[in-house]
């Protein structure tokens, strides 16, 4: 165990002072606990009350304190980073304009709480401008957030070096978690909450006071889903978006809204009206070009960005015979069109414990704190309407003694004792007489005095009734909420949902594949495995250029819609699509640029896969088997293994099945004819010996391996490039693992059938 010294102080000889030894594990333990702790309360989780973290509530009561109102003019925003930065917040200014920002963004919140005024950035995903050139002030929702601190309606707390003091929550009459969402990462927890229509939830939390234990399945039908600033159409099933509510963790599938627009003739476009929250259309629009320029959806024509104020993105079509919601279902699989926004309710459910709520609670906290400070108000008031009927009886005392009253305030040196003791006055009502003006003495004064009394004697009934039933308090909470719902619901300018809640569209899914237009082609793939397709069935003999230095190896006709497999030295297949071949204009691309093929490797065979054919792949140990072209077809660049080969040995033959028979020959051209029955099929494996490769303590490769049929006997081409054929093939004939006999006279110097 490793102890930490802490050195409490030293001597004046600089000899340590108050030693004490403490494991490296425990300090360690409780440091990264303190860090752990502040970074959850006071960075990343919000108040399940206000829906704050402390930057946000910091710059709006900052923004109070410089009477940034609704209806004032703008500051600067440099001004407000200063004073959040200075008095409350002491981190840096970057991070506090950052967060100052966002508040304004009416496409990243659902009610901006800021009214920003110069360049704060854009849904393109564009920085804003530089906090000395951009201005801001307080929206109206913002002040119901800070309406009733000057009536100690919530607590507040020293800042960060005692010299002013902070809310520690914000009384918050507007429903604002929920209403604008929340996001952060904290130390072993996250949260992520997205913005709702204050319509819905206020009638939500209506319902909840009128029953108290109501359920997810009752309030989601109050509050559907999530209503995002940006819009689009949540497609999320209700099963789903209840059990999301129920536990607080969930998904919404958010896809962009979009229509088509008929340019005549049959002709016709999709335009993207909105897109999904949180998604930058500038990496939107890049994204959908590469899709474009890698052909990889070969019904999707082009896109452009027509954007001004509004979104407006076009969609071509590659003809005018493609199905629009075919086209679209396929973006949205290859695009950010369509996203998941993660649901995850851990909050600060009383401004120190993390925990995860479900929304009945979520809405409770809410309402509870409400009830709360309205309590708080109502005892404030009532403090100040107490005072006020003290003075205001004073007065009426005063004037009914008025002739009294100026001769002591004349005669005596210290008349306040004098009138307390005459009077029965108290020291508040006796300094209020001594402070009041020779003007208010005058008999209209009196009325004026005794009708604001039995005003206020009303008032202070009504409020010790509030204070102290409980229904009575609920009812006034309920007011409060319609005043919002109101003002800010449904029939407000913003207040109409956004966000549109559909049924995901059954279309019948339909392959990639299937959409690639079927063209002939010629592939051409060099000695160094440069490969490339020409349009078109050319002669395969024709004349082909290659690069200094390079030959050609593979010429084979294909067609678009085929699949090309390319078996290697390390016995893996690798799958290329023959659209996506680049041009033969060229002289290609290497294909090793297209599959993850090590350069040490080599490349055994390419051909045009045939669905239900097989191959018999061999190493150069002399072992192998049969293997189904469908069990081999790769849907990676890494390829899919299937002969294992050991060390120092490499896969030499891949010879596809056709005949009853197979032909191998090694490189000390022994040739061995044996029956395919005699080879087993696999899927993976190291295969089972084809030919004896060992003589006289000399190790030999197997060099090729062939398959046909004994009737027809056995081909191949010699050296003149003409087709022999031997069907007299006694001599070769054996048992699989034998050794073989002497290739006949005429067989090629390389050991190769083809």
């Not at 809410?366 to 404030?380: I, Q």
């Not at 397709?533 to 002669?539: R, S």
């Not at 006709?557 to 690798?574: I, P």
Request: aromatic share 6%; glycine share 8%; net charge negative.
């Amino acid at each position: 165990m490793t102890d930490v010294l802490d050195l409490d102080g030293a001597g004046p000889d600089g000899s340590p002072g108050n030693v004490s030894a403490e494991s490296l594990r425990r300090a360690l333990g409780d440091r990264y606990l303190q860090y752990a702790l502040s970074t959850i309360m006071h960075r990343a989780l919000p108040d399940a009350r206000d829906g704050m973290k402390p930057v946000h509530r910091r710059i709006l009561f900052a923004m109070r304190g410089l009477k940034l109102d609704p209806t004032t003019a703008f500051k600067k925003c440099a001004k407000i980073v200063g004073e959040v930065m200075g008095n409350y917040h002491p981190h840096g200014d970057q991070a506090i304009y950052d967060a100052l920002v966002r508040l304004a963004q009416d496409f990243a919140v659902r009610y901006p709480l800021v009214d920003g005024q110069g360049n704060f950035g854009n849904i393109d995903g564009d920085n804003p401008a530089a906090q000395r050139y951009t201005e801001a002030r307080l929206t109206q929702i913002a002040t119901l957030l800070l309406d009733g601190l000057d009536e100690d309606a919530v607590d507040f707390q020293p800042n960060y070096d005692g010299s002013e003091e902070e809310p520690a929550v914000l009384p918050a009459a507007f429903p604002n978690l929920l209403a604008n969402g929340s996001s952060g990462i904290a130390v072993g927890m996250a949260t992520n909450i997205p913005p709702h229509n204050v319509g819905e939830l206020c009638d939500a939390l209506l319902h909840c006071i009128k029953y108290p234990g109501a359920t997810v399945e009752t309030l989601v039908d109050f509050v559907p889903g999530p209503d995002f600033p940006t819009g689009g159409i949540l497609i999320e099933p209700r099963s789903s978006i209840l059990q999301a509510y129920k536990t607080g963790r969930g998904a919404f599938r958010l896809r962009a809204r979009w229509q088509v627009e008929d340019l005549g003739r049959g002709t016709w476009q999709i335009i993207v009206t909105e897109i999904p929250y949180q998604v930058q259309k500038s990496k939107l629009i890049e994204r959908l070009a590469e899709l474009v320029t890698a052909k990889k959806i070969p019904i999707f024509g082009d896109v452009r960005d027509e954007s001004a104020e509004d979104v407006r993105i076009v969609i071509e079509p590659r003809a005018k015979t493609v199905d629009p919601a075919l086209l679209m279902e396929t973006l949205f699989r290859q695009s950010d069109l369509e996203i998941r926004f993660p649901l995850n309710m851990n909050v600060l459910k009383d401004g120190r414990t993390p925990e995860v709520l479900d929304l009945p609670m979520m809405l409770r906290v809410f309402l509870d704190h409400r009830r709360e400070v309205l309590v708080r108000r109502s005892r404030h008031r009532l403090e100040k309407v107490d005072r006020r009927i003290e003075i205001l009886e004073g007065y009426l005392i005063a004037y009914l003694n008025l002739d009294r009253v100026i001769e002591i305030i004349r005669n005596e040196d210290e008349p306040k004792p004098i009138m307390m003791a005459e009077f029965g006055l108290t020291e508040v009502q006796t300094e209020a007489i001594l402070n009041m003006r020779l003007r208010s003495l005058r008999r209209l004064e009196e009325f004026e005095i005794k009708k604001e009394r039995e005003e206020l004697q009303d008032e202070r009934d009504a409020l010790n009734a509030l204070i102290g039933d409980e229904e009575l308090q609920w009812k006034r909470v309920g007011t409060q909420i319609r005043e919002v719902r109101e003002k800010f619901g449904k029939a407000s300018k913003d207040g109409a949902r956004r966000t549109t809640i559909e049924d995901a569209p059954q279309i019948e899914e339909v392959p990639l594949e299937a959409m690639i237009e079927r063209e002939p082609i010629t592939v051409i793939c060099s000695a160094h495995g440069w490969v490339r397709a020409q349009k078109g069935h050319q002669p395969l003999d024709a004349e082909i250029k290659y690069k200094d230095g390079d030959t050609g190896r593979f010429v084979f006709h294909a067609e678009t819609t085929d699949k090309l497999m390319l078996f290697g030295s390390n016995g893996r297949f690798y799958t290329l699509a023959c659209d996506k071949l680049p041009g033969g204009r060229g002289m290609g691309e290497p294909v090793r640029l297209m599959i993850d093929l090590g350069q040490e490797d080599e490349i055994v065979d390419l051909f045009v896969h045939r669905p239900g054919t097989k191959r018999i792949v061999a190493g150069s140990d002399g072992k192998g088997f049969i293997v189904a072209e469908d069990d081999a077809v790769a849907q990676t660049r890494s390829g899919k293994q299937v002969l294992i080969v050991d060390e120092g040995n490499k896969a030499v033959a891949c010879a596809l099945v056709s005949g009853d028979m197979v032909a191998a020959v090694g490189s000390n051209r022994k040739l061995l004819v044996f029956p395919l029955d005699e080879l087993p099929e696999m899927g993976r494996g190291k295969g089972v010996i084809l030919q004896k490769l060992k003589f006289a303590r000399q190790q030999f490769e197997l060099a090729d391996v062939t398959t046909f049929e004994r009737a027809n006997g056995l081909s191949w081409h010699d050296p003149a490039g003409r087709t022999r054929t031997e069907t007299a093939l006694a001599s070769w004939i054996g048992a699989r693992a034998s050794a073989g006999a002497d290739a006949p006279r005429g067989f090629p110097r390389d050991n190769k059938f083809t």
